[in-house]
């Protein structure tokens, strides 16, 4: 059974920084595509950030300097540094990790609220 297990949201100022957690099991996790998606009331799941399993990094252009995804994969674990946070960065975020045109699965969700 595959379970990915989120940690590391909450509420956090403006020019704020967090870090998301997520731990893997049930899949050989070098193998896959890792990463972040997030969904803010009203719009559709967009990708936050991506590691392939060669290590070519995808990020969303609005995060770009100020995010950074980091897997490890002897913790199976992929990680989100969030760093210069602001309000539109508010959203439910979700682990994913993706054998491309295979397998695909998500975390249950954590909430991040950028607010003062």
């Known amino acids: 059974q595959v379970q990915l297990v989120e940690s590391g949201g909450g509420l956090v100022q403006p020019g704020g920084s967090l870090k998301l957690s997520c731990t893997a099991s049930?899949?050989?996790?070098?193998?896959?595509?890792v990463g972040w998606y997030r969904q803010a009331p009203g719009k559709e799941r967009e990708l936050v950030a991506r590691?392939?399993?060669?290590?070519?990094?995808t990020y969303l252009d609005s995060v770009k300097g100020r995010f950074t995804v980091d897997r490890d994969n002897h913790k199976s674990a992929v990680y989100l540094q969030m760093d210069n946070v602001k309000p539109e960065d508010t959203a439910v975020y979700y682990c994913?990790?993706?054998?491309?045109?295979?397998?695909?699965?998500w975390g249950q969700g954590t909430q991040v609220t950028v607010s003062s």
């Open positions: 994913n990790t993706e054998y491309p045109n295979l397998h695909n699965y």
């Open positions: 049930g899949i050989p996790f070098k193998n896959y595509y």
């Open positions: 590691i392939t399993s060669s290590g070519v990094y």
